[in-house]
C-alpha cells in the first residue's frame, strides 16, 4: 500500500455528521472523502477570476499518487512538453498529437483549461527545421502552426505562439528562425495562430522578464508595436523560473505596463528553486516569495492566471538543469503540501481556521508541524507534516502532543495513534516509516473540541 495522496485524504464536509468521540486505538484508517470544506488553489483562483495551474508531462499521468493531486487541487494544466515541435511534427509533414492529446483529455475530464505550450521556439526543434532553407522556412512555420493550433483548436484557452525570443540584452536570440526569416517571423507566427484558432488567446512568453529591464523592455516595445500595428497578440507570459529571495521588486509593476498596453498577463511557468537541501528557514524564505508572485497577480485585473512548471518537487526540471538546487515548488516528493503551498493558498483568500504551527525537534533529527485545515461546530481537520532534519533516512516515528483542552483525535490516516489520558502518540503507517533526509510525511485526523481548539504548545517528533 502506498501513501495516498490527494485531496480526497485531506477534506471533509462540514456539514458531515462527524462525532469523533473516542480515540481509534491503534487504527490507521482512511480519510473520508466526501465535499470538500476546504477549497482548492483552482477554486480560490477561480473566485478571483483567475486560473491556478500546473504544467504536466505524459510520463507522470502514471502515477496515481500524482494525478490524484494533479486532477483535483488546479482548474488549468499546461502541456509541459508534448506540444513542442519535435514532438507534434518529427518529420516534415508528418504530425502526431498522441500525447498530447492525452494531458488535454486528462484536463477535460477534470474540468481543467489548457494553455498550449509552445509553437514556435528554438529547442526541443527537430533537426529537420535548421536544414530548411530560408525560402522554404516561413512556409514551413505558418504550415506548423496551421496544423498544431488547428488540431487544437477550441482545446486550448492560450498559446504560447513565440517562445524566448529574446537575450537577456534585448537582443534577438539568433534562433533559425530569427537567421532565415527575420524580424518579421513573430508577428507572421502571430498572424498565422490566429487564423488557425481565432479563439484561443495568443501568448509572447519570456523567462528573465518578470522585472522591469533590458529583456522585459523589448517584450514590452515588441508588444507596444504589435498593438500599434495590428498584429494579434493578447497576451504576455512571464515564465518565473525565480531563485530563492530574488523575487523581482519590479514585479507587480512590470505585469502592470503590460497590462497598460492591453494585453492580459499570466505567470506562465512559476518555481522557485533553491540550494538544496531545503531546511525551515528556506521554506519560510520560499513561502514569501510565493505569496509575493501570487499576490502580484491578484493586483494587477490583466493578470488572468499563474501556472507552476508542475507542482511536485519530486517531478521538476530544475535539479536536471542546476545541480544542487531544487525543492522549487508547493509540493514535496511525496505530495506533502510545503510552507510555499499554504503561501499561496493564503494569499488566494483561503483562510484555515487555524493557520499556527508548532514545531519541536528534540535533537532525534525530526521536527513535526502541526496545523488545523479546517474546522467547524465542534469538529475539526488536523495534518502534521513529519520532517527528517537528520542525515540518514529514518526507519520509523513517533511524534506525540498533548490535547489540552480536552480535544478528541479520531480517526486517523497515514498512521498509527494511541492515547494515554490527554497524551496523543502518533507513529508511523507500515507503508511511511521510512523518511529520506530532507523529506517530509504527512499524516492527518479528524478530531472534535468543545470551547476552544488550540493548536498544541508543543509537539515532539522522534525518529530511529
Ligand atoms: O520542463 C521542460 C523539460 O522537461 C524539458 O526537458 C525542457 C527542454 O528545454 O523544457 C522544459 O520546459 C521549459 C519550457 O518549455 C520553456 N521555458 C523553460 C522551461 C524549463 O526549461
Known amino acids: ?109 477534470h474540468d481543467q483549461i489548457v494553455r498550449g505550450h509552445t509553437l514556435v521556439w528554438h529547442n526541443q526543434l527537430p533537426d529537420w527545421v535548421n536544414s530548411v532553407s530560408a525560402g522554404d522556412l516561413p512556409d514551413v512555420m505558418r504550415n506548423h502552426i496551421a496544423n498544431v493550433a488547428g488540431h487544437f483548436k477550441g482545446k486550448v484557452v492560450h498559446w504560447d505562439v513565440v517562445n524566448e525570443a529574446f537575450e537577456e540584452d534585448g537582443t534577438r536570440r539568433q534562433s533559425v528562425f530569427q537567421q532565415k526569416i527575420g524580424d518579421s517571423y513573430i508577428a507572421e507566427a502571430f498572424k498565422a495562430a490566429r487564423a488557425a484558432d481565432p479563439n484561443a488567446k495568443l ?16 517584450v514590452y516595445n515588441l508588444v507596444k508595436s504589435f498593438k500599434q500595428q495590428g498584429v494579434p497578440i493578447d497576451g504576455v507570459g512571464l515564465q518565473a523560473h525565480l531563485i530563492l529571495g530574488q523575487v523581482p521588486s519590479t514585479l507587480q509593476r512590470n505585469i502592470q505596463r503590460f ?18 537541501p531545503r531546511d525551515a528557514t528556506k521554506d519560510a524564505q520560499q513561502a514569501a516569495d510565493y505569496r509575493t508572485v501570487t499576490k502580484a497577480c491578484l493586483a494587477v485585473t490583466r493578470c488572468v492566471g499563474i501556472t507552476v512548471w508542475d507542482f511536485s518537487d519530486g517531478y521538476s526540471w530544475i535539479p536536471s538543469v542546476f545541480p544542487g538546487e531544487g525543492a522549487a515548488l ?3 516528493e511525496d505530495f506533502a503540501r510545503k510552507p510555499s503551498y499554504w503561501a499561496v493558498y493564503e494569499a488566494l483568500g483561503g483562510t484555515t481556521t487555524t493557520t499556527t504551527t508548532t514545531t ?62 490527554q497524551e496523543v502518540t502518533v507513529r508511523n503507517a507500515n507503508y511511511n516509516g521510512a523518511i529520506a533526509p530532507g523529506d517530509t510525511t504527512t499524516f492527518g485526523f479528524l478530531g472534535s473540541w468543545i470551547g476552544t481548539n488550540p493548536v498544541p504548545a508543543t509537539i515532539t517528533c522522534t525518529s530511529a
Not at 501568448?203 to 523589448?218: C, F, R, T
Not at 497598460?260 to 522557485?272: C, K, P, Q, S
Request: a negative charge; proline letters at 2%; one cysteine or more.
Open 1 to 109: 500500500m502506498s501513501a495516498p495522496a490527494g485531496r480526497a485524504h485531506r477534506v471533509l464536509a462540514a456539514t458531515a455528521a462527524v462525532v469523533v468521540g473516542t480515540l481509534a486505538v491503534g487504527m490507521a484508517v482512511a480519510a473520508p472523502s466526501s465535499a470538500a470544506a476546504e477549497p482548492t488553489l483552482g477554486e480560490l483562483a477561480a473566485a478571483k477570476g483567475r486560473y491556478f495551474g500546473s504544467a504536466t508531462d505524459n510520463p507522470t499521468l502514471d502515477n496515481a499518487s500524482y494525478t490524484a493531486v494533479l486532477g483535483s487541487e488546479f482548474n488549468q494544466i499546461t502541456v509541459g512538453n508534448t506540444q513542442k515541435w519535435m514532438y507534434t511534427e518529427p518529420s516534415r509533414g508528418q504530425f502526431d498529437y498522441t500525447k498530447a492529446d492525452q494531458i488535454v483529455a486528462f484536463a477535460q475530464q
Open 203 to 218: 501568448y509572447y512568453n519570456d523567462y528573465n522578464i518578470e522585472g522591469i529591464g533590458s529583456k522585459s523592455d523589448a
Open 330 to 332: 508547493i509540493y514535496d
Open 259 to 276: 497590462a497598460d498596453l492591453g494585453v492580459d498577463v499570466a505567470i506562465t511557468e512559476l518555481d522557485i528553486r533553491m540550494r538544496t
Open 360 to 421: 519541536g525537534d528534540n535533537g532525534s533529527g525530526c521536527t513535526a508541524t502541526y496545523r488545523v485545515t479546517s474546522q467547524w461546530n465542534g469538529g475539526y481537520q488536523g495534518e502534521v507534516a513529519v520532517r527528517n532534519t537528520g542525515a540518514t533516512a529514518t526507519a520509523r516515528w513517533t511524534v506525540k502532543w498533548t490535547l489540552a483542552q480536552g480535544q478528541t483525535v479520531g480517526n486517523l490516516w497515514n498512521g498509527v495513534a494511541t492515547t494515554n489520558g
